[in-house]
C-alpha cells in the first residue's frame, strides 16, 4: 500500500512523516502514519486521533495498539494515525495557530490554500479516501470528560442507506455502553464530514476521556479506545477474535438538547451527572461569582432528557455548549445484533 | 481592620476590590477580598489563591468558607483572596494577561514596576504586610494534582512547619530554599507562611468534593492551630519530609506518564517512578527516575502533555521534629 511518500509491502509494517505542507518559517507540519499492510487482502481501517491537537486518550490507544498489531495476522490494511494536527499536540490546543483553523472542519481541503488547508488537502486524498472505515479518536482535552460513539444523523432512518446500515454496525461493534447522534445542523453544518461520507466512507467519532477524569479514569479510558479498535479491526473480518465489550446493550441517543452558557460568565458548576434525567425547567448548572461565591445564573434544561457522557467540568468556559442532553433513540443489543461488516 | 477602602469592624464581614493600578488603557487592575473580622481581638490569618489564572478551583471553595464563618465566634481577622490574577482568570492563562507576568514570580513586586509588579507591591504591602500568618493554597491548574502544604527554611520555620502540620494534609514539605514566590517573599521575618498545595484539573471530575473539603479543612485547621476558632485541628497526620528534590521532565520529550501508584510511597534512588513515550511511535524514549531515596509526595504533573518547567514530582526525606 502506498500513502503519499510512504509505502509498505504486503506484511509490513512501516513508520514515517506524510509531507503535508510547509509554514513560512519552515515549520513542517508533516503526518505521523504507521502503515500495516496485511498479509491477506482486505478493506482498509483508518485510526486518528489529535486532529483537535490537546484530545490525546485515542493517542495513546493508537501507540498502544500499533505495537500491538501483527501485519502477519492482519487481513487488509490500517493506517494508524496517532496525531494528525501535530501544532496544536504541541501547544495543546484544539486548532493550528499556524492559521487559526480547525482542520477536522477543511476537508477536503485546498491544495493552494493556507498551512491546514494544505494539511487537509494532502490527508483527505492520500489518507483518508483510501479507507473503508475511519475512526476519529475525540475527548475532552484538559477541561472536560466524555465517554460515548458519535455519528452522523442518519437522512432516512426507515430506509438506511448501505453506508448508514454499516455505520450503525460499526457503532455498536466499537464497545462502548452509549452512542449518540446529533439532529442535523445542530453545531451549523459540517461539509467536512458530508465530503468524506461522499467519497464512501463509514466514519463513526468517539468522544471518550478526557484531562478532568485523568486522575481515576486515564488508564481504563485508554484501555477501552484501544479495545474498541481491535472490535471494529474484528467487524470487518480483518483479524479474529471475539468482541468485547462495556455489556450487551448499547443505549443510542438522540442529542437533541444543547445547551449554551448564559450571557453572564463567571465559575460554570455542573450539578447533574452523566445518565441522569432531566425534566424540562431543572436546572442543569449554575454559574457562580468567583469571589463572592454568589450564584449569577442558572443554566435551565429545555426539555426532558437524558445527561448524554459529555461536556464541559473545568469551571471557566468559553462560547461553547456546555451540557448535551438526548432522548432514547433505541437500544441495540449485542446478543442479537449482527456485528459484521463487508466491504 | 482597613484595607484600602475597605474596613471591617468587630464582628462584621466585608467584600470588595483593593485598588492597586491602573492599565494604560485605562482598566482597574485590582484585588478582591473579604475581611472578616472577629468580636475579639487577635491574629490575622490571609488566606490567598489564584495568583496563577489557571489556579481557580479554590474560588469554589473560599468564598463558601467566608459565608461559614461567623465573625462572632472568630478571634481576629481572616483576610480571604479566592483569586488573585484577575486577568489571567478572564483570559484563561496563568500569567497576568496586561505585561504578560507570573503573579509568583515577582517577590514581593515593585512600586515602580510593570502593572503586575504593581500589583504585587501594593497587595504585599497592604494585605500580606498585615497578616500574621499567610496560608497560600496552590492547585495544580489543568496538568497537575497535588496533595501536600510546604514550608521555607527562612523566617519563623518552627512556627511554619507546625502550621502546615496541622492542615490535615498528608505531607509536609519542610525546609524549601528561598525563591521569586511571593510566599517566599513573605516568610522573611516572624510570620507564619504556608503553601498548600491542593488538588487540580486532572481529578476535578472524581475528586472535586474531596478537594473543595481539603481546600475548607486546610484553611479551617489554620484557624484552630492559631485559636482564632475553638477546637482542635482535624483531618490526615501529616508526615513530614525535608526539603524534596523536584523531578523535572527528561531531556527526552514525549508523551509523560507517572506511576500513579507510587505516590505516597517510599522510593528508592533510581527506582523509576515514570516514563516517557515517543507521541507518534509509543516507543519508550525515557525513564523517571527518582533522584535520591524518600517518599514520593502526592504532587507534580500526571496529564501526559507536560509543559515546560512543570515538575512531575517531588521526592521528600521523612524527618522527625519535635513538638510536631
Not at chain 2, 277 to 283: D, E, I, L, S, Y
Given at each position: 500500500m502506498?500513502v503519499?511518500?510512504?509505502?509498505?509491502?504486503?506484511?509490513?509494517?512501516?513508520?514515517?512523516?506524510?509531507?503535508?505542507?510547509?509554514?513560512?518559517?519552515?515549520?513542517?507540519?508533516d503526518?505521523?502514519?504507521?502503515?500495516?499492510?496485511?498479509?491477506?487482502?482486505?478493506?482498509?481501517?483508518?485510526?486518528?486521533?489529535?486532529?483537535?491537537?490537546?484530545?490525546?486518550?485515542?493517542?495513546?490507544a493508537?501507540?498502544n495498539?500499533?505495537?500491538?498489531?501483527?501485519?502477519?495476522?492482519?487481513?487488509?490494511?490500517?493506517?494508524?494515525?496517532?496525531?494528525?494536527?501535530?501544532?496544536?499536540?504541541?501547544?495543546?490546543?484544539?486548532?493550528?495557530?499556524v492559521?487559526?483553523?480547525?482542520?477536522?472542519?477543511?476537508?477536503?481541503?485546498?491544495?493552494?490554500?493556507?498551512?491546514?488547508?494544505?494539511?487537509?488537502?494532502?490527508?483527505?486524498?492520500?489518507?483518508?479516501?483510501q479507507?473503508?472505515?475511519?475512526?476519529?479518536?475525540?475527548?475532552?482535552?484538559?477541561t472536560?470528560?466524555?465517554?460515548?460513539?458519535?455519528?452522523?444523523?442518519?437522512?432516512?432512518?426507515?430506509?438506511?442507506t448501505?453506508?448508514?446500515?454499516?455505520?450503525?454496525?460499526?457503532v455498536?461493534?466499537?464497545?462502548?455502553?452509549?452512542?449518540?447522534?446529533?439532529p442535523?445542523?445542530t453545531?451549523?453544518?459540517?461539509?467536512?464530514?458530508?465530503?468524506?461520507?461522499?467519497?464512501?466512507v463509514?466514519?463513526?467519532?468517539?468522544e471518550?476521556?478526557?484531562?478532568?477524569?485523568?486522575v481515576?479514569?486515564?488508564?481504563?479510558?485508554?484501555a477501552?479506545?484501544?479495545?474498541?479498535?481491535?472490535?471494529?479491526?474484528r467487524?470487518?473480518?480483518?483479524?479474529?477474535?471475539?468482541?468485547?465489550?462495556?455489556?450487551?446493550?448499547?443505549?443510542v441517543?438522540?442529542?437533541?438538547?444543547?445547551l449554551?452558557?448564559?450571557?453572564?460568565?463567571?465559575?460554570?458548576?455542573?450539578?447533574?451527572?452523566?445518565?441522569?434525567?432531566?425534566?424540562?425547567g431543572?436546572?442543569?448548572?449554575?454559574?457562580?461569582?468567583?469571589?463572592?461565591?454568589?450564584?449569577?445564573?442558572?443554566?435551565r434544561?429545555?426539555?426532558?432528557?437524558?445527561?448524554?457522557?459529555?461536556?464541559?467540568?473545568?469551571?471557566?468556559?468559553g462560547a461553547t455548549?456546555?451540557?448535551?442532553?438526548?432522548?432514547?433513540?433505541?437500544?441495540?443489543?449485542r446478543?442479537?445484533?449482527?456485528?459484521?461488516v463487508?466491504f | 481592620m482597613?484595607?484600602?477602602t475597605?474596613?471591617a469592624?468587630?464582628?462584621?464581614?466585608?467584600?470588595?476590590?483593593?485598588?492597586?493600578?491602573?492599565?494604560?488603557?485605562?482598566?482597574?487592575v485590582?484585588?478582591?477580598?473579604h475581611?472578616?473580622?472577629?468580636?475579639?481581638?487577635?491574629?490575622?490569618?490571609l488566606?490567598?489563591?489564584?495568583?496563577?489564572?489557571?489556579?481557580?478551583?479554590?474560588?469554589?471553595?473560599?468564598?463558601?468558607?467566608?459565608?461559614?464563618?461567623?465573625?462572632?465566634?472568630?478571634?481576629?481577622?481572616?483576610?480571604?483572596?479566592?483569586?488573585?490574577n484577575t486577568?489571567?482568570?478572564?483570559?484563561?492563562?496563568?500569567?497576568?494577561?496586561?505585561?504578560?507576568?507570573h503573579?509568583?514570580?515577582?517577590?514581593?513586586?515593585?512600586a515602580?514596576?510593570t502593572?503586575?509588579?504593581?500589583?504585587?507591591?501594593?497587595?504585599?504591602?497592604?494585605?500580606?504586610?498585615?497578616?500574621?500568618?499567610l496560608?497560600?493554597?496552590?492547585?495544580?491548574?489543568?496538568?497537575s494534582?497535588?496533595?501536600?502544604?510546604?514550608?521555607?527554611?527562612?523566617?519563623?520555620?518552627?512556627?511554619?512547619?507546625?502550621?502546615?502540620?496541622?492542615?490535615?494534609?498528608?505531607?509536609?514539605?519542610?525546609?524549601?530554599?528561598a525563591?521569586?514566590?511571593?510566599?517566599?517573599?513573605?516568610?522573611?521575618?516572624?510570620?507564619?507562611?504556608?503553601?498548600?498545595?491542593?488538588?487540580?484539573?486532572?481529578g476535578?471530575?472524581?475528586?472535586?468534593?474531596?478537594d473543595?473539603?481539603?481546600?475548607r479543612?486546610?484553611?479551617?485547621?489554620?484557624?484552630?492551630h492559631?485559636?482564632?476558632?475553638p477546637?482542635?485541628?482535624?483531618?490526615?497526620v501529616a508526615?513530614?519530609?525535608?526539603?524534596?528534590a523536584?523531578?523535572?521532565?527528561?531531556?527526552?520529550?514525549?508523551?509523560t506518564?507517572?506511576?500513579?501508584?507510587?505516590?505516597?510511597?517510599?522510593?528508592?534512588a533510581?527506582e523509576?517512578?515514570?516514563?516517557v513515550?515517543?507521541?507518534?511511535?509509543?516507543?519508550t524514549?525515557?525513564?523517571v527516575?527518582?533522584?535520591?531515596a524518600?517518599?514520593?509526595?502526592?504532587?507534580?504533573?500526571?496529564?501526559?502533555?507536560?509543559?515546560?518547567?512543570?515538575?512531575?514530582?517531588?521526592?521528600?526525606?521523612?524527618?522527625?521534629?519535635?513538638?510536631?
Open positions: 502506498k503519499g511518500n510512504l509505502e509498505a509491502q504486503p506484511g509490513e509494517h512501516t513508520f514515517g512523516y506524510l509531507e503535508v505542507a510547509k509554514s513560512r518559517s519552515g515549520l513542517s507540519p503526518i505521523p502514519v504507521h502503515l500495516f499492510a496485511g498479509a491477506e487482502p482486505g478493506p482498509t481501517l483508518l485510526v486518528q486521533g489529535a486532529i483537535h491537537g490537546g484530545e490525546i486518550i485515542g493517542t495513546i493508537i501507540l495498539f500499533v505495537q500491538r498489531l501483527d501485519p502477519a495476522t492482519l487481513c487488509g490494511n490500517v493506517i494508524a494515525v496517532p496525531v494528525v494536527n501535530r501544532v496544536g499536540f504541541e501547544l495543546g490546543e484544539r486548532g493550528s495557530r492559521d487559526g483553523k480547525d482542520i477536522s472542519r477543511l476537508f477536503p481541503g485546498k491544495a493552494k490554500g493556507s498551512v491546514s488547508d494544505q494539511i487537509a488537502h494532502t490527508y483527505f486524498h492520500e489518507v483518508i479516501r479507507a473503508n472505515v475511519k475512526v476519529d479518536f475525540h475527548a475532552g482535552a484538559r472536560a470528560y466524555e465517554r460515548y460513539v458519535l455519528f452522523g444523523a442518519e437522512g432516512d432512518p426507515s430506509n438506511p448501505e453506508l448508514e446500515l454499516k455505520r450503525r454496525k460499526l455498536v461493534a466499537f464497545g462502548l455502553d452509549q452512542a449518540a447522534f446529533f442535523p445542523n453545531f451549523g453544518n459540517n461539509t467536512a464530514k458530508e465530503t468524506i461520507e461522499e467519497a464512501g463509514v466514519q463513526i467519532t468517539l471518550l476521556g478526557g484531562g478532568t477524569g485523568w481515576k479514569n486515564g488508564e481504563e479510558n485508554v477501552v479506545a484501544e479495545r474498541g479498535i481491535w472490535n471494529i479491526l467487524s470487518m473480518r480483518m483479524v479474529d477474535g471475539a468482541f468485547e465489550a462495556d455489556g450487551p446493550l448499547c443505549t441517543y438522540n442529542a437533541g438538547v444543547v449554551w452558557k448564559p450571557d453572564v460568565d463567571g465559575l460554570f458548576i455542573r450539578q447533574r451527572s452523566f445518565g441522569e434525567h432531566v425534566k424540562a431543572e436546572v442543569y448548572g449554575t454559574l457562580v461569582d468567583p469571589y463572592t461565591g454568589d450564584e449569577l445564573a442558572q443554566i434544561n429545555t426539555r426532558d432528557a437524558i445527561v448524554i457522557p459529555s461536556g464541559q467540568e473545568w469551571p471557566t468556559i455548549s456546555v451540557g448535551i442532553l438526548g432522548a432514547v433513540d433505541r437500544v441495540e443489543d446478543r442479537t445484533m449482527d456485528l459484521y463487508s | 482597613r484595607i484600602g475597605l474596613e469592624g468587630p464582628g462584621e464581614k466585608v467584600f470588595g476590590r483593593l485598588k492597586a493600578t491602573e492599565t494604560h488603557g485605562g482598566f482597574a485590582d484585588i478582591p477580598l475581611i472578616v473580622r472577629g468580636a475579639v481581638d487577635g491574629p490575622t490569618l488566606v490567598q489563591a489564584g495568583l496563577s489564572g489557571l489556579e481557580i478551583e479554590p474560588s469554589m471553595a473560599l468564598p463558601g468558607l467566608v459565608k461559614e464563618l461567623d465573625p462572632v465566634e472568630l478571634r481576629g481577622t481572616v483576610v480571604v483572596v479566592p483569586l488573585l486577568s489571567g482568570f478572564e483570559f484563561e492563562q496563568i500569567n497576568a494577561v496586561w505585561d504578560d507576568m503573579l509568583n514570580r515577582l517577590g514581593a513586586g515593585r515602580d514596576g502593572v503586575s509588579e504593581c500589583l504585587v507591591h501594593t497587595y504585599y504591602h497592604q494585605v500580606v504586610g498585615r497578616a500574621d500568618a496560608l497560600d493554597i496552590r492547585t495544580g491548574a489543568q496538568w494534582y497535588h496533595s501536600y502544604a510546604a514550608t521555607y527554611a527562612a523566617g519563623n520555620a518552627e512556627g511554619s512547619r507546625a502550621l502546615a502540620a496541622a492542615l490535615g494534609l498528608p505531607h509536609v514539605l519542610t525546609g524549601l530554599p525563591d521569586t514566590t511571593l510566599a517566599s517573599a513573605a516568610s522573611t521575618g516572624g510570620r507564619l507562611v504556608v503553601s498548600a498545595w491542593i488538588g487540580g484539573g486532572p476535578l471530575r472524581d475528586y472535586r468534593s474531596e473543595m473539603g481539603r481546600i479543612l486546610a484553611a479551617l485547621n489554620a484557624l484552630r492559631l485559636g482564632m476558632l477546637g482542635t485541628p482535624e483531618g490526615e508526615q513530614l519530609l525535608g526539603a524534596g523536584v523531578v523535572g521532565l527528561p531531556t527526552e520529550r514525549g508523551l506518564f507517572m506511576d500513579q501508584r507510587k505516590r505516597g510511597q517510599t522510593v528508592a533510581g523509576p517512578i515514570g516514563h513515550r515517543h507521541p507518534f511511535t509509543g516507543a524514549v525515557a525513564q527516575l527518582a533522584p535520591k524518600g517518599v514520593l509526595l502526592h504532587a507534580g504533573a500526571v496529564w501526559p502533555v507536560v509543559p515546560e518547567g512543570e515538575p512531575l514530582a517531588i521526592v521528600g526525606e521523612p524527618i522527625e521534629m519535635e513538638g510536631i
